[in-house]
């Protein structure tokens, strides 16, 4: 647990202080304007804060500060700081979505229209976000019809170039064709500048303008050209249909929207600018720290505007509480913006009526996401509680450590490690290591595969084994035994060994041989298998092909394949729903077998040496795996 610093050490200055770990992690980050105040609030008796505060506090082990000359100063700092250090108390806004933008390049020669996600880059203006991509595409589509700008990527640009004629889009009038000079560049500019005013809510004025070229057109009888304004001019105002006008052709506004437990919130945030919805945007918030939903208010602002925002700063920012510093926010969205932002709480009218649209949104995304995670949980659930059955521990785990190790030709080894938390990856925790040397702890299981079936007992020797193409008979037959009755392998193998194996029996060891696992992890068990069937892509849905080609056939047609004549394999074919070339393979793999079987069963009764790549493993398990039919 921290110890409380003297509290005349601790200046009564703004600034930004950081709890540290027992490790020098920051694991909180926090802002005063008064830090010897704030700090004191920390040292009181742990049965007064806060359940999350006091947790915070006890597993702090040293408080760091750092003094700044005012608030909107301190307000700057802990969000850097945040942002370095990702603290584990500190409130996270979680986006489980990229949200796509309607992005224009204008850092290039010919700007292009484009659909985009994640980081933003400079040299392009962003509109939206959009809930989908298709949402963008689709109004993307009716614009181009009046602002022809291109679409293209660069490469496919300069392709054209050369070839000196225009792509597709061109033809059906979606591109001005500036790849082939069909526009001039002043003319190009013109274009992606009302393409970007139009998006920016200046619609009056397109409108105004594509109605007067067309009644131009008209009254110099050319039909043509009017008829094609015409079209224009309705894509435009099936574009403006999607902008739902609220408010004043000024007002940029940003509005958020709240519905919160006491674990998480669910944030709304819609953009208007000049009047007009432009996007949307939605978080989902782990409340780690103690807040009320004033506190919660600054968190968000914080989030939403301490990097540079795509869409700009507005005029206001509407907000269900008022921060506990809104001087200092104003202060600071208005440096941001250039002039002056106010936060308000919207009273009455259409901004009261629009807030409350975006609180019912939050609170409906916030009923989904707890939907969601009650689902998930309960598979999470199911997930653990196998995971304990299977490798016998007394209880569920709740933190899951995974890791991968890498080398190059023996030296440089790289260790990297994957995190788990009650089934959820925690990627703040996943490390990577340079390694040094063997630590010396024991290693109690390995995983050969994704599936819970995957996880076995490790055995150094015999994963040793594995690597060197040796295969692992001993960990084969202890898998085998818990498969097969010994009854049923001897009455399997005897039937093997005299040649009267059937395919009904062969069925029946496919159903057991499932069993036990992977078919992969089984074939590397496997002594004497070549390199090239080992690094082969065997599919399990080969067993399920298999089966699926003799649950087709007729009784007669499983005891004596040989029966099975070209009228007889297109019917199988059909009934399996496989191709013929499957059905032949499966009947000459089995006649194989069994002539290899037969064979090896005469070579013991005569003394002779048995061996092969099946030896050492019960011989119905060596039958399942003598043929692979169904492969493609």
Same mark, same amino acid.
């Given at each position: 647990m921290v110890t409380r610093p003297p509290t005349g050490t601790i200046p009564e200055l703004p600034g930004s202080y950081q709890f540290k770990d027992i490790h020098g992690r920051v694991i909180y980050v926090g802002k005063a304007s008064n830090l010897r105040q704030r700090l004191s609030n920390y040292f009181q008796d742990p049965a007064q804060l806060h359940p999350r505060t006091a947790q915070m506090v006890s597993t702090a082990e040293s408080v760091e500060w750092v003094t700044v000359r005012n608030e909107v100063e301190a307000l700057i700092l802990e969000f850097s700081l945040v942002k370095q250090h990702h603290p584990r108390f500190n409130v996270r806004l979680r986006d489980d =979505?990229?949200?796509?933008?309607?992005?224009?390049?204008?850092? &290039?020669?010919?700007?292009?229209?484009? @659909?985009?996600?994640?980081?933003?880059?400079?040299?392009?203006?962003?509109?939206g976000p959009y809930p989908h991509a298709y949402a963008i595409r689709d109004t993307l589509d009716l614009l181009l019809r009046t602002f022809p700008i291109r679409t293209c990527s660069q490469g496919k640009f300069n392709?054209?170039? =050369?070839?000196?004629?225009?792509?597709?889009?061109?033809?059906? &009038?979606?591109?001005?064709?500036?790849? @082939?000079?069909?526009?001039?560049a002043d003319a190009y500019s013109e274009l992606v500048k009302e393409f970007c005013d139009f998006l920016d809510g200046d619609t009056d004025e397109?409108?105004?303008?594509?109605?007067?070229?067309?009644?131009?057109?008209?009254?110099?009888?050319?039909?043509?050209?009017?008829a094609r304004l015409r079209d224009r001019l309705q894509s435009v105002a099936k574009a403006i249909e999607k902008q739902q006008i609220v408010g004043e052709k000024s007002e940029d506004i940003d509005l958020i929207g709240i519905a919160q437990d006491e674990l998480e919130a669910a944030i709304q945030i819609f953009y208007v600018r000049k009047g007009r919805v432009v996007g949307r945007k939605g978080f989902i918030l782990d409340k780690v720290e103690d807040l009320s939903q004033s506190g919660l208010i600054d968190r968000i602002i914080e989030a939403l505007y301490g990097d540079e925002p795509v869409l700009g700063v507005p005029k206001m920012v509407l907000v269900p509480d008022l921060p506990l510093a809104m001087a200092t926010y104003e202060e600071w969205l208005s440096f941001q913006r250039g002039s002056k932002v106010e936060i308000r709480i919207p009273q009455r009218g259409d901004k009261r009526e629009l807030h409350e649209t975006v609180t019912v949104n939050a609170r409906e995304e916030f009923a989904r996401h707890r939907l969601r995670r009650a689902s998930d949980h309960n598979s999470r659930s199911q997930a653990l509680t196998e995971l304990q059955q299977l490798l016998n521990l007394p209880l569920a785990p709740l933190r899951i450590e995974c890791y991968d190790m890498a080398h190059l030709h023996g030296t440089d080894y790289v260790g990297s490690m994957v995190v788990l938390e009650d089934g959820i990856p925690n990627k703040r925790e996943y490390r990577r290591f340079a390694v040094k040397e063997v630590i010396g702890k024991p290693i109690a299981f390995a995983a050969t595969g994704e599936k819970m079936d995957a996880f076995e007992q490790f055995h150094p020797d015999r994963m040793a084994s594995r690597i060197l193409g040796m295969g692992d008979v001993l960990t084969l037959i202890e898998q085998a035994e818990k498969v097969f009755e010994k009854e049923q392998a001897e009455a399997a193998a005897a039937k093997m060994f005299e040649g009267e194996f059937t395919l009904d029996d062969f069925l029946d060891q496919l159903q057991q041989l499932k069993k036990m696992g992977s078919l992969t992890n089984v074939m590397g068990m496997l002594p004497g298998v070549t390199k090239e069937m080992k690094n082969a892509q065997i599919s399990d849905d080969m067993l399920t092909v298999t089966e699926a080609i003799i649950r087709s056939m007729t009784t007669e047609e499983r005891r004596k394949p040989e029966i099975i004549n070209g009228s007889r394999r297109t019917?199988?074919?059909?009934?399996?729903?496989?191709?013929?070339?499957?059905?032949?393979?499966?009947?000459?793999?089995?006649?194989?077998?069994?002539k290899m079987m037969k064979r090896m069963g005469g070579m013991a009764g005569k003394g002779g040496k048995k061996g092969g790549p099946m030896a050492g493993i019960p011989a119905d398990l060596a039958a399942a795996l003598g043929s692979r039919p169904g492969s493609r």
């Amino acid at each position: 647990m921290v110890t409380r610093p003297p509290t005349g050490t601790i200046p009564e200055l703004p600034g930004s202080y950081q709890f540290k770990d027992i490790h020098g992690r920051v694991i909180y980050v926090g802002k005063a304007s008064n830090l010897r105040q704030r700090l004191s609030n920390y040292f009181q008796d742990p049965a007064q804060l806060h359940p999350r505060t006091a947790q915070m506090v006890s597993t702090a082990e040293s408080v760091e500060w750092v003094t700044v000359r005012n608030e909107v100063e301190a307000l700057i700092l802990e969000f850097s700081l945040v942002k370095q250090h990702h603290p584990r108390f500190n409130v996270r806004l979680r986006d489980d =979505k990229s949200y796509p933008f309607l992005a224009v390049t204008t850092d &290039e020669e010919w700007p292009r229209a484009v @659909v985009m996600r994640g980081r933003t880059r400079k040299g392009s203006r962003y509109f939206g976000p959009y809930p989908h991509a298709y949402a963008i595409r689709d109004t993307l589509d009716l614009l181009l019809r009046t602002f022809p700008i291109r679409t293209c990527s660069q490469g496919k640009f300069n392709q054209h170039n =050369k070839l000196g004629r225009p792509c597709l889009l061109f033809h059906i &009038e979606k591109c001005s064709g500036p790849c @082939v000079g069909e526009v001039s560049a002043d003319a190009y500019s013109e274009l992606v500048k009302e393409f970007c005013d139009f998006l920016d809510g200046d619609t009056d004025e397109v409108v105004a303008k594509l109605q007067d070229d067309m009644n131009k057109a008209a009254t110099a009888l050319e039909y043509e050209k009017a008829a094609r304004l015409r079209d224009r001019l309705q894509s435009v105002a099936k574009a403006i249909e999607k902008q739902q006008i609220v408010g004043e052709k000024s007002e940029d506004i940003d509005l958020i929207g709240i519905a919160q437990d006491e674990l998480e919130a669910a944030i709304q945030i819609f953009y208007v600018r000049k009047g007009r919805v432009v996007g949307r945007k939605g978080f989902i918030l782990d409340k780690v720290e103690d807040l009320s939903q004033s506190g919660l208010i600054d968190r968000i602002i914080e989030a939403l505007y301490g990097d540079e925002p795509v869409l700009g700063v507005p005029k206001m920012v509407l907000v269900p509480d008022l921060p506990l510093a809104m001087a200092t926010y104003e202060e600071w969205l208005s440096f941001q913006r250039g002039s002056k932002v106010e936060i308000r709480i919207p009273q009455r009218g259409d901004k009261r009526e629009l807030h409350e649209t975006v609180t019912v949104n939050a609170r409906e995304e916030f009923a989904r996401h707890r939907l969601r995670r009650a689902s998930d949980h309960n598979s999470r659930s199911q997930a653990l509680t196998e995971l304990q059955q299977l490798l016998n521990l007394p209880l569920a785990p709740l933190r899951i450590e995974c890791y991968d190790m890498a080398h190059l030709h023996g030296t440089d080894y790289v260790g990297s490690m994957v995190v788990l938390e009650d089934g959820i990856p925690n990627k703040r925790e996943y490390r990577r290591f340079a390694v040094k040397e063997v630590i010396g702890k024991p290693i109690a299981f390995a995983a050969t595969g994704e599936k819970m079936d995957a996880f076995e007992q490790f055995h150094p020797d015999r994963m040793a084994s594995r690597i060197l193409g040796m295969g692992d008979v001993l960990t084969l037959i202890e898998q085998a035994e818990k498969v097969f009755e010994k009854e049923q392998a001897e009455a399997a193998a005897a039937k093997m060994f005299e040649g009267e194996f059937t395919l009904d029996d062969f069925l029946d060891q496919l159903q057991q041989l499932k069993k036990m696992g992977s078919l992969t992890n089984v074939m590397g068990m496997l002594p004497g298998v070549t390199k090239e069937m080992k690094n082969a892509q065997i599919s399990d849905d080969m067993l399920t092909v298999t089966e699926a080609i003799i649950r087709s056939m007729t009784t007669e047609e499983r005891r004596k394949p040989e029966i099975i004549n070209g009228s007889r394999r297109t019917r199988i074919a059909k009934g399996s729903g496989t191709q013929v070339s499957d059905v032949n393979k499966l009947v000459k793999q089995f006649s194989e077998m069994q002539k290899m079987m037969k064979r090896m069963g005469g070579m013991a009764g005569k003394g002779g040496k048995k061996g092969g790549p099946m030896a050492g493993i019960p011989a119905d398990l060596a039958a399942a795996l003598g043929s692979r039919p169904g492969s493609r």
